[in-house]
């Protein structure tokens, strides 16, 4: 089974409009930890948020805000207010483990935003 | 601060030639690791370092691959001989524990884009 499953191929918003992107994962680790990475066409990865298993509250980072939902195992990434910059690939990615002590970062397939002006 | 740097950004070679590729991490970054970019895909992991030591290279194909990171600080990734089907991004990250950040977050450079012929 995907341990990251991305259903959103493309995805096109509306500038200065919110846009959600999908992520469900698959664990029994009752520790883990989910990040959201952009990678724009120059093909750097770029870190935009991060939510663990444990974190009481939904995670914000300016206009990026994670909505975690630990039931039904998905951490979908909002993005408010878009703009032209926010036009890349955007990866869920999965780390399994306690804290810091664990490293392997399991990537979905990814979903292709763009911004139309 | 310097991102990750890695070179050369773009490299094409003909089928069972031999390829290098350099990265060099973030200062004081203590664990580098070596990712795999298909088309349309998200990164796997090839190779982790801890310092100068290789911790798990379950991913890595031994048979072609070659991986070093000399004094714990730059790296090599070498593939000999090339396959077609090594027509990938090579992507390099490092992180640190003791960056102040509670969940380690990866920093990845550019990538080099190889093309197999």
């Known amino acids: 089974a995907q341990k990251i499953t991305q259903t959103q191929p493309g995805m096109f918003v509306q500038e200065k409009e919110a846009v959600t992107l999908d992520c469900t994962y698959d664990t029994s680790d009752p520790s883990y930890g989910l990040f959201w990475y952009k990678q724009p066409s120059s093909g750097e990865m770029i870190f935009l948020i991060y939510q663990g298993s444990y974190d009481q509250q939904n995670a914000t980072e300016g206009r990026y805000s994670l909505n975690f939902q630990k039931a039904r195992k998905s951490a979908n990434l909002v993005i408010s207010a878009s703009q032209l910059g926010d036009s890349a690939m955007y990866f869920c990615?999965?780390?399994?483990?306690?804290?810091?002590?664990?490293?392997?970062?399991?990537f979905g397939k990814g979903t292709k935003l763009s911004v139309i002006p | 601060e310097a991102g990750v740097v890695q070179s050369p950004r773009y490299k094409i070679i003909e089928k069972k030639q031999p390829v290098a590729f350099w990265c060099n991490p973030i200062?004081?970054?203590?664990?580098l690791y070596w990712y795999l970019q298909n088309l349309g895909q998200g990164p796997e992991l090839l190779i982790r370092?801890?310092?100068?030591?290789?911790?798990?290279d379950s991913q890595l194909p031994k048979d072609r691959f070659s991986a070093e990171r000399l004094k714990g600080v730059d790296s090599t990734l070498k593939i000999q001989p090339a396959e077609l089907g090594d027509s990938a991004v090579y992507l390099c990250a490092s992180s640190s524990q003791t960056s102040g950040s509670s969940y380690n977050e990866q920093f990845f450079g550019p990538g080099t884009r190889l093309t197999v012929l």
């Open positions: 370092y801890e310092n100068e030591e290789a911790v798990d």
């Open positions: 990615a999965m780390r399994e483990g306690p804290g810091a002590g664990s490293y392997q970062l399991t």
């Open positions: 200062s004081g970054h203590n664990t």
